[in-house]
């Protein structure tokens, strides 16, 4: 069956950490350009952070820089976002979407104006609340 799964959410308190995984199965994630995703209540999906196929080129929306890392596996078909410092402002549900389109020169566009109906595959999601 071909599908992304997110994993990796939860409850955690102000300035906790969390590692989301999005694992690929049926099909090889080596080609997909992949995208965080997050929405939270009330709120328009937003992208958080897009890495390239290669992990070469990475993106990070204002709110996250510093404090997020996403990282890729491709032999594991798995991409990793690593959330530190967390701010109850990052509660939402996290989406993690593949897009087989090759960005050349940045990434950015993927996260910042993405073309929801156009990525390739989407997960489920997975809850993150930042609550004390």
């Not at 958080?48 to 929306?61: D, N």
């Not at 897009?99 to 990525?119: A, R």
Request: net charge neutral; charged share 15%; hydrophobic share 30%.
């Amino acid at each position: 069956q071909v599908q992304l799964v997110e994993s990796g959410g939860g409850l955690v308190q102000p300035g906790g950490s969390l590692r989301l995984s999005c694992a690929a199965s049926g099909f090889t994630l080596d080609y997909y350009a992949i995208g965080w995703f997050r929405q939270a209540p009330g709120k328009e999906r937003e992208g958080v952070s897009c890495i390239s196929q290669s992990g070469g080129m990475t993106y990070y929306t204002d709110s996250v820089k510093g404090r997020f890392t996403i990282s890729r596996d491709n032999a594991k078909n798995t991409v990793y976002l690593q959330m530190n410092s967390l701010k109850p402002e990052d509660t939402a549900v996290y989406y993690c979407a593949a897009d087989k389109l090759h960005y050349v020169t940045t990434i950015q566009p993927m996260c910042d104006i993405p073309d929801f109906n156009g990525m390739d595959y989407w997960g489920k999601g997975t809850l993150v609340t930042v609550s004390s």
